[in-house]
């Protein structure tokens, strides 16, 4: 079935670095979505895109569709401590006859002040 | 709070036993999806319903799991039975629509079981 991989896996930053992290897929996805997760929360939708080529801001946050619908990254600009959790793309499989949605490995992100 | 909402937040179970896990989804929201986290792992997806149809069930273990989402009241994940293995994460998510450009879904603070 589809995968989609993150990397970094993991990353501490000390406040004030920016961060770029990044998603890759074997197979095509139409959309591509970003999820925060905080600990014993549910995932926190920060953005979504649509488009191959698109970029797309929320706040300090940056996301891109990939040229070959393959890939996405997610870049967070000047983080903070609360930036802390861990980050997820998803998607829904290309093709696919309903919207259930793919989710990457994961990223955590530890900001230290 | 508009969100969707999901209950019990905690939920301990002996072998054995049954798991009820409910949700609601967001005001105006018919379609609801089911997830379940492991530790340290991403979602995986289970189940995905609409009020009173199972759209899609591909996720769903074979045995013991079962959903629905009646036409009046919350969507129900039933775990018959439960075994260590299903301690876990549950998640749901809600959205507006099936199909076409809006893929977003909007989770709830999901159920933690654990089983004894």
């Known amino acids: 079935g589809q995968q989609l991989n993150q990397s970094p896996q993991s990353m501490f930053i000390q406040e004030g670095e920016d961060v770029s992290m990044n998603c890759t897929s074997s197979?095509?996805?139409?959309?591509w979505l970003w999820y925060k997760q905080d600990p014993g929360e549910g995932p926190v939708l920060l953005i979504a895109?649509?488009?191959?080529?698109e970029l797309t801001s929320n706040g300090r946050l940056t996301a891109q569709f990939g040229i070959t619908r393959k890939d996405s990254f997610l870049n967070i600009s000047a983080s903070i401590p609360s930036d802390v959790g861990i980050y997820f793309c998803?998607?829904?499989?290309?093709?696919?006859?309903?919207?259930?949605?793919?989710f990457g490995t994961g990223t955590l992100l530890a900001v230290q002040p | 709070n508009a969100g969707v909402m999901q209950n019990p937040r905690h939920l301990v179970r002996r072998r054995g036993q049954e798991a009820r896990l409910r949700c609601s989804p967001m005001?105006?929201?018919?379609?609801v999806y089911w997830y379940r986290q492991l530790p340290e792992e991403g979602l995986k997806f289970m189940v995905y319903?609409?009020?009173?149809?199972?759209?899609?069930e591909s996720g769903m273990p074979k045995e013991r799991f079962s959903a629905e989402f009646p036409k009046e009241g919350p969507s129900i994940l039933r775990i018959q039975q439960v075994v260590r293995g299903d301690s876990a994460a549950y998640f749901c998510?809600?959205?507006?629509?099936?199909?076409?450009?809006?893929?977003?879904?909007?989770f709830g603070p999901g159920t933690r079981l654990t089983v004894l």
């Open positions: 998510a809600s959205s507006p629509l099936h199909s076409g450009l809006n893929n977003e879904q909007f």
């Open positions: 197979s095509i996805f139409n959309t």
């Open positions: 895109l649509y488009k191959a080529g």
């Open positions: 998803a998607g829904p499989p290309y093709g696919g006859a309903t919207n259930k949605l793919i």
């Open positions: 005001k105006g929201h018919s379609h």
């Open positions: 319903l609409q009020k009173e149809n199972i759209i899609d």
